[in-house]
């Protein structure tokens, strides 16, 4: 029903920054809790960021609050991750979810996942 594509990962070194696109397919998009995960190696897929479906409300991991903002633009269909100050620690794989009309629901709530797209932060 709904199609989940990241993009955005890269190489970058610490203190530098990226921006993560997460472009849905489907209908209501709109109408879809998303939210940010990533796994590290070795490593349980832990939560990022979320946003809700209506109202734009948004909650982040400690680990990343003051520096990972997540948005939408319904328009397009996509949730983006904007990440500044990296640090070596934010290395993983970042995966983008939706849960139908969502109210801060824990990671097995989320029906849809993409890929997931690589992030490498280098001292």
Do not use: H
């Not at 709109?30 to 409300?57: C, D, L």
């Not at 849960?99 to 709530?109: A, H, L, M």
């Amino acid at each position: 029903q709904v199609q989940l594509v990241e993009s955005g990962g890269g190489l970058v070194q610490a203190g530098g920054s990226l921006r993560l696109s997460c472009a849905a397919s489907g209908r209501t998009f709109s109408s879809y809790t998303m939210g940010w995960f990533r796994q590290a190696p070795g490593k349980e897929r832990e939560f990022v960021a979320t946003i809700r479906w209506i109202g734009g409300n948004t909650y982040y991991a400690d680990s990343v609050k003051g520096r990972f903002t997540i948005s939408r633009d319904n328009a397009k269909n996509t949730v983006y991750l904007q990440m500044n100050s990296l640090k070596p620690e934010d290395t993983a794989v970042y995966y983008c979810a939706a849960v139908w009309r969502g109210s801060w629901p824990v990671i097995n709530e989320y029906d849809y996942w993409g890929q997931g797209t690589r992030v490498t932060v280098s001292s």
